[in-house]
C-alpha cells in the first residue's frame, strides 16, 4: 500500500505541476486544449491520493496533524514530491 501511495503521490504532483502549467497557456493564449487533456486525469489522481490518505492514515497510524499535513501538501506545488520522498521512501 506504502508503494501504491508513493506512485500516486508523484503522479499527482506531476499533474499539478501540468496544470499550473496549462491553466496560464489557456488565458494568454486563449488555448483550453491541455487543460482539457490534464484536468480530468489530475481530478482522477487527486481523489485517489486523498482516498489512500486516508487509507494510510489508519494503516499507518498516522495522528491528525501529519495526516492533515499530507492532506494540505496535495495542494501546494511540489508539495505531494516532498512527502513522497521524505515519508514514503524510507
Known amino acids: 500500500m506504502k508503494k501504491l501511495f508513493s506512485v500516486i ?3 499527482e504532483g506531476i499533474s499539478y505541476i501540468l ?3 496549462a491553466v496560464p497557456i489557456k ?3 486563449n488555448n483550453e486544449y491541455f487543460v482539457q487533456l490534464l484536468g480530468m486525469p489530475h481530478g482522477i489522481l ?3 491520493y486523498v482516498t489512500l490518505s486516508i487509507i494510510m492514515k489508519f494503516k ?3 495522528n491528525y496533524r501529519f ?3 499530507v492532506i494540505i501538501a496535495s ?3 511540489f508539495g505531494t ?3 513522497e520522498y521524505k515519508y514514503l521512501n524510507h
Open 9 to 11: 503521490a508523484f503522479l
Open 19 to 21: 496544470l499550473l502549467i
Open 27 to 29: 488565458y494568454i493564449y
Open 46 to 48: 487527486f481523489i485517489i
Open 60 to 62: 499507518m497510524n498516522w
Open 67 to 69: 495526516f492533515l499535513f
Open 75 to 77: 495542494i501546494i506545488p
Open 81 to 83: 514530491f516532498y512527502i
